[in-house]
């Protein structure tokens, strides 16, 4: 493509990727192109990905298309659908992050002049570890969201900009595929990244001050950072029966780390939206997680004895008493999780596009 037919596409309203205009225009002719920012699933991606991916494919209202910075900037979109903002400025090297701030600039521009409606999925309710340029061009980002997808009805709405609630798919279909193992009774699990902010040190903390007999403690994850690699490696040497796997664990091991545990313990200091939390009531397997809103709701979904809540920070005492409620449960044979099939969140998101492109075509003819 020209250098002038690239800033054509760039700033046409309806221009597509060979500088001709879309036929989707609001109404029911044609079909509408979606843009993720996560880009083709590979074998390390977020299961979440992977079946949102799948989902939307199998909608037949709309076009699913990757992300892909060429596209995004020059590319035929009539919506775009952030996740994780923060990693579309994410790079191992300053000039890579600086060339992605200034691309993310340009795709801002775009959307403003093209009027590219932006929904976005809350994963987290706060933007971590954001410098001062980071979170200038989040929050124009958040100024151009036009609807927000919460994952579950605790999350807070933001005045100005509806939402609708799409609740996160489940894992039993993606699992199926993988061996399981029996339950050791007393083991205690945790599988995910290895963070400050996840309480991985209270945990260690914690299984050192239980008083339960017979515990052993089963960590696997990649460690945030150095420090944290060096934390844990050094706390195990005084608790025998804590094992640690710090590095990124396949889907396979995942599995066979949550199915023998007894139970998941997920210590986190802040906890909202918990892909990890699903993933273990996908497995059978009950959760151990910090008292809240969000929590309690899951716990009501699931049913009684699934989902085991700590107040405060987790202690020993907290462990112990998770476990004797685990142990004393009558649970049914699995957790309720049929409110969070994939078609139907397929359905769904192709709803909530819908909707956007047309509260966009209407303001469109207003104007």
């Known amino acids: 493509m020209r250098a002038h037919e ?36 590979r074998p390390t991606t977020n299961p979440y990905i992977v079946q949102l991916a799948a989902a939307l494919e199998a909608e037949p209202r709309i076009e699913h298309l990757p992300f892909r910075w060429h596209s995004a900037l020059f590319g035929g979109v009539d919506v775009l659908h952030v996740h994780w903002a923060d990693t579309l400025l994410a790079g191992r090297t300053p000039l890579t992050r600086s060339a992605k701030r200034v691309a993310m600039a340009l795709l801002l521009l775009r959307i403003r002049v093209r009027r590219i409606p932006v929904v976005r999925t809350v994963h987290n309710l706060s933007l971590r570890d954001a410098g001062r340029m980071d979170a200038t061009l989040m929050r124009m980002l958040e100024r151009r969201t036009k609807l927000r997808i919460h994952l579950t009805p605790t999350t807070p709405d933001e005045p100005g900009t509806p939402s609708v609630v799409i609740p996160h798919g489940h894992y039993v279909e993606w699992f199926a595929q993988f061996r399981k193992e029996d339950m050791v009774p007393g083991r205690i699990g945790y ?24 515990i052993s403690l089963r960590l696997a994850g990649k460690p945030a950072d150095e420090d944290t690699a060096a934390f844990v490696a050094q706390r195990l040497p005084a608790l025998p029966d804590a094992q640690a796997e710090l590095r990124y664990v396949s889907e396979a091991e995942l599995v066979a780390l949550v199915t023998s545990s007894e139970v998941v313990v997920l210590p986190y200091r802040e906890m909202h939206n918990s892909g990890a939390a699903l993933a273990a009531l996908s497995l059978s397997r009950p959760v151990v997680v910090p008292a809240n809103p969000t929590n309690a709701a899951l716990a009501e979904e699931v049913g009684a004895g699934w989902v085991l809540q700590f107040d405060g920070a987790l202690d020993g005492a907290a462990l112990d008493l998770a476990l004797s409620q685990s142990r004393s449960a009558d649970r049914p044979v699995g957790p309720d999780l049929s409110g969070r099939g994939w078609s139907e969140a397929g359905r769904l998101h192709a709803d909530a596009y819908l909707r956007v492109a047309g509260d966009q075509a209407r303001r469109k003819e207003r104007r």
Do not use: C
């Not at 205009?21 to 843009?35: A, I, K």
């Not at 599988?191 to 007999?213: H, M, N, S, W």
């Open 191 to 214: 599988v995910g990244l290895l963070k400050v902010y996840k309480g991985i040190d209270r945990l260690l903390q914690a299984f050192g001050e239980a008083k339960t007999p017979g």
């Open 6 to 41: 690239d800033q054509y596409a760039l700033l046409h309203p309806l221009a597509g990727s060979d500088g001709t205009l879309s036929h989707w225009e609001g109404g029911v002719v044609g079909t509408l192109r979606v843009m993720q920012t996560f880009g083709v699933p």
